[in-house]
């Protein structure tokens, strides 16, 4: 096969769907005499997915009641049992734990859960493969609950498999099995929450995602700022530059192979590509002038970026393969952070054309522009929804900043989060979460820059955890 694919059981029937480069299961092989074999792969990859068949039937299909509608405002966060997964070995049950405890901190820091105190817990993990006692755990007002096992194996990896009931309803809701090697075990406990969340609020998760942001290290008049990539949750940070040009406004690819971003070499901002694979980087064109603020395309065919020219700046895009170079606004103002709509058929910009800095929106040829926002202060960093409903920014009023959203036509705008400095919103693949950074004094002239994240509500808001100042993150879509 020259191509991955993921096979799906479900009912006795195979669904077979390809998929992308950076494969997340490995191929699916059929030797000779028909017995499967998998292909060799070099990632840390989980190898593939089904569905188990329920421990406890009854004679006639019943449909579990828990259900989260996250459309609605605040939502009140369903209590959660997660106890640690069965292993029968010593380093099994470590898994097992580490699993459980990664599965707890995404949903809880999603807000849409509550995770029941394990220490409260009376049914053992061995006896929760058997059935679960669902007096027990209703006595503990968990509503939902997911028992896991771990089992090595014999070629060296590990099986991880979860199911996830409705404790008042006493029905299974799902349940499913992955081989991984043991190494890769966090990115399994990112898929088994992102599984949960989905089966409950009927929204795709985000929890198997990446982040690439601006490390920030040093003093603020010499200050280091280099290129870093995380997990969502904050685990498994890389610093992926040296050091000697200061990076700003990185941007994942569709594919996230490749990254664009600004870099400040011999004080003259570029427009750089990154390939994370290999660590390569390379100018974007050859300019006489500034470029800066880039993104993709939806497809990654495409970079649309700013130029600096006389004071001024225009929004270009850059055909990735061709190279050719399309000029799409040409006014004596400043035009920049462009970003495109999911279905690449629109631009979000900021602009100051109007005598203040707003945000506009454009079809992806430069025609058509209007803008859309008219509240006080001034607006800008605009970014589009995954979901296409909404645009996040960034507003200055007074002495504070506002990350908020509004409608595609600037209406029903909201603020989400306030602070001294707050800025560069990028949403969740899921568009129900944001996260953005925040520049706060902490006493004798010093800043602090963390990470932070807030869901639609504004309520939400929790800082995530980086090893070092932090600022300008971006986050990926689902990793493939």
Known sequence: ??????????????????????????????KPNGMPAFAGM??????????????????????????????????????????????????????????????????????????????????DAGSLLVAPHFADWRVLNAQALVVGKIEAQTDGRLKVEFRLWDVFAEQQMTGLAYFTIPSNWRRVAHIVSDAIYKRITGEDGYFDTRIV????????????????????????????????????????????????????????????????DSGQQEVLGDFANMTFAPRFSPDGSHVIFSLSEGGNSNIYT??????????????????????????????????????????????????????????EGHYGTPVWSPRGDLIAF????????????MRTDGSGERELAEAFHAEGPTWAPNGRVLMFFKDMPVGGGR????LYSVDLTGYNERE?????????????????
């Not at 799906?8 to 699916?28: D, E, I, K, M």
């Not at 061709?322 to 979000?348: E, K, M, R, V, W």
């Not at 800043?447 to 963390?450: G, S, V």
């Open 1 to 30: 096969m020259s191509r991955r694919q993921n096979i799906t059981r479900h009912s006795g029937q195979a669904r077979v769907a390809s998929a992308s480069r950076n494969p997340v299961y490995f191929l699916f092989e059929q």
């Open 42 to 123: 070099t990632k840390l990859v989980i190898l593939f997915i089904f569905f188990l068949i329920p421990v406890l039937c009854s004679p006639t299909p019943a449909f579990a009641d828990i259900k989260v509608d996250i459309t609605r405002g605040v939502v009140e966060p369903i209590p959660i049992a997660i106890p640690a997964f069965f292993g029968a070995t010593g380093n099994e049950a470590q898994y097992g734990r580490d699993i459980a405890e990664v599965v707890s901190n995404d949903l809880v820091r999603s807000g849409l859960f509550t995770a029941v105190d394990p220490h409260s817990f009376v049914q």
């Open 213 to 276: 942001y601006v490390a920030e290290t040093g003093p603020g008049t010499n200050r280091m700022k280099r290129l870093a990539i995380m997990d969502q949750d904050g685990e498994n940070n890389r610093i992926l530059s040296d050091g000697r040009a200061m990076v700003l406004t990185p941007r994942f690819s569709p594919t996230m192979q490749r990254i664009t971003y600004m870099a400040y070499y011999n004080n003259k901002p570029r427009v750089y590509l990154f390939n994370i």
């Open 318 to 375: 850059m055909d990735l393969r061709s190279h050719h170079i399309q000029q799409l606004t040409n006014s004596s103002s400043i035009n920049t952070a462009p970003c495109y709509s999911p279905d690449g058929q629109n631009i979000t910009f900021e602009s100051d054309r109007g005598g203040s800095q707003q945000i506009y929106t454009m079809r992806a040829n430069g025609s058509d522009v209007q803008r859309i926002s008219f509240g």
């Open 394 to 405: 960034t507003k200055l009023h007074g002495d504070h900043f506002y990350v908020g959203v």
């Open 447 to 450: 800043h602090a820059t963390k």
């Open 464 to 480: 995530v955890s980086t090893p070092t100042d932090a600022s300008d993150p971006a986050w990926s879509p689902l990793l493939p």
